[in-house]
């Protein structure tokens, strides 16, 4: 764009020094924008402010900007991003169209062709337009046309996927679909995605916020050349179709790792594939990120500041208990602290922490790899899960032996953990012992805070669901509306609910004395324990979730 940097310097954005450098590098045409960018010479705001001025075209903020679903429908998403532009309002005969470049007559002719409309440009940032489509302009005509493509190729020709990744053409339809669909679930915040197959479709469903939803339905002529593409990046046996198999994929998405956990399982109509999105990006949370009560998160962190003993969160797959324990270790790692995991598998890696991955093949279970583990002078141990009366036994010892140990449990609720250490045949007296405090939780989706909304509500109603009496009283209750912001769900994340039991010598005591799972609730509840869903009922009052949430995940 022909004097762009004359006007980056009358309007105080960029030095004359520094603009006369970078077109002497490059020219005062279209990569003086991008040279400038790179080295920090001027922002995105800057550079649109001053193409705004050059051009004598207005510049909108399109992150504050109430965008329209139907209006940008007008113009096909394909085209949208080929000219990197979006449609933003329409009125009568007249379309206005946010542009990075609203010079660019060839684009607005053509979206007036197209459209049979007026188009006036506006000037936007290339960093909000691309915000604009990932949440507008999905990726799902063009998975529909590649799907098309392979089905057609499928048809018309016998394709043989090998095992070398570089024999792969890079602009094939089926590694063109894969890796858009990996991109469309990673910028959708999707914790899994699953792909289906059916007699007559191929099936893509995300999860998303704990939620599964259907994102492509594809003909089934396509299964075969995604099926076989998706086990060669994740370097599992493409000929191996009758056993279920485990992989792991890395994949670089807008400048960070992403890496996915993979995993087959033979069906009567093909191999169905899931695939765990692990951003680690994602992961770096402090125990204020948590959202646990006061007297959760006190008692929580008083349990893992002990120089010893065993903290143990329960809870169904999907519950967020990794999430808390990695929360956990950076909460005490340090460098005069000597921290060592053993996980199946590993799925965040965490900077100066000695994390191995068991490997039942070779003999490396939990229990091996607990003996060598505390031959290895640990001060913190993290047990991915305890499975077995092995490894229970060891991390126990472990505990009791000057260790403080981290781990997971599958049970409904905390004081039940207890109780399943006894079944699966560590001693009572040495589970009372060595075991400081257990986190039950579960996962509930957070409000959308752009769009929820307070509803009336009245005493009657909320004791009917079950609300405590003392919350109930300055209760501010939303319900979830939904917006573009959260794709019209009224949800935007997901938020944890928290039991949190100590052990105290009263349950020590009833543990040894062989008391049931219900007798040690009842100890725990009446020295103070909140209960899951009482914890649900706090967020909700606090207009952090809605009660249909909180009747969903718990009991």
């Known amino acids: 764009m022909r004097g762009l940097g004359q006007m980056l310097v009358l309007t105080g ?20 924008p991008g040279y400038l960018l790179r080295r920090g010479l001027v922002n995105e705001v800057q550079l649109a402010e001053a193409v705004s001025v050059a051009t004598s075209t207005p510049y909108v903020d399109l992150t504050a900007y109430p965008l329209d679903p139907e209006v940008i429908a007008l113009v096909p998403g394909p085209l949208c991003r080929r000219y990197r532009m979006i449609p933003l309002r329409h009125h009568r005969d007249q379309l206005t169209v946010a542009m990075v470049d609203p010079t660019d007559i060839i684009a607005l002719d053509d979206v007036a062709s197209l459209t049979d409309l007026r188009v006036t440009p506006v000037v936007v940032t290339d960093e909000a337009l691309n915000q604009a489509f990932e949440r507008f302009l999905r990726s799902d005509e063009e998975l529909t046309d590649l799907s098309e493509q392979i089905g057609e190729a499928s048809a018309t020709s016998n394709v043989v996927f090998t095992e070398q990744l570089d024999d792969q053409d890079a602009d094939a339809p089926v590694v063109r679909f894969v890796n858009l ?10 914790s899994d995605i699953h792909i289906e197959p059916g007699e007559h479709r191929l099936t893509v469903r995300f999860r998303i916020d704990g939620v599964l939803h259907e994102m492509q339905r594809a003909d089934r002529s396509i299964q075969d050349g995604v099926i076989s593409r998706l086990k060669i990046m994740s370097s599992i046996d493409i000929a191996e179709k009758r056993v279920p198999q485990d992989g792991r994929i890395s994949v670089l998405h807008e400048g960070r790792s992403v890496d996915l956990r993979v995993a087959t399982l033979p069906t009567v109509w093909g191999e169905k594939i899931v695939m765990r999105i692990l951003d680690n990006s994602g992961q770096v949370m402090l125990m204020s990120d948590l959202l646990f009560s006061e007297p959760n998160e006190e008692l929580f962190t008083r349990a893992i500041s002990r120089p010893h003993g065993m903290v143990l969160v329960t809870g169904p797959t999907g519950s967020g208990k990794s999430t808390t324990l990695y929360t956990a270790l950076r909460a005490v790692a340090n460098p005069r602290v000597n921290v060592i ?25 939990f229990a ?13 141990v993290l047990v991915g899960e305890i499975r077995d009366r092995e490894t229970a036994a060891i991390s126990v010892e472990a505990a009791l032996t000057g260790h403080l140990v981290l781990s997971t449990l599958h049970t409904n609720d905390a004081p039940s953990a207890l109780t399943r250490l006894v079944e699966i045949g560590t001693e009572p007296f040495l589970v009372a012992t060595a075991l400081s405090a257990v986190i039950a ?3 509930a989706r957070l409000l959308c805070t752009k769009c929820r909304q307070p509803i009336d509500h009245d005493t009657a109603m909320l004791k009917s669901v079950g609300m405590p009496a003392h919350l109930i009283k300055g209760a501010t209750v939303h319900r979830a509306v939904g917006c573009t912001v959260c794709s019209n769900t009224g949800y935007r994340g997901r938020v944890a609910l928290h039991e949190a039991m100590e052990v105290t010598d009263r349950i020590e005591q009833a543990l040894v004395g062989r008391a049931t799972g219900g007798e040690l609730r009842e100890i725990a509840l009446e020295q103070g324990m909140i209960p899951l869903r009482d914890d649900g009922w ?11 949430e909180i009747l969903r995940v718990s009991v």
């Open 13 to 32: 954005a960029a030095r004359a020094e520094d603009v006369n450098a970078a077109v002497s590098a490059v020219g005062d045409g279209d990569a003086l």
């Open 181 to 190: 669909l990996i991109t469309q679930a990673i910028n959708d915040r999707a």
């Open 341 to 365: 995991t053993v996980e199946d598998p590993v799925e965040y890696r965490i900077p100066d922490i000695n994390q191995i991955q068991v490997n039942p093949r070779a003999g490396l279970t």
């Open 368 to 380: 091996t790899a607990l003996r060598s583990i505390l031959r290895a002078d640990p001060d913190v």
């Open 441 to 443: 939780q579960r996962l």
């Open 538 to 548: 706090a967020k909700v009052a606090r207009g952090i979730t809605t009660i249909e």
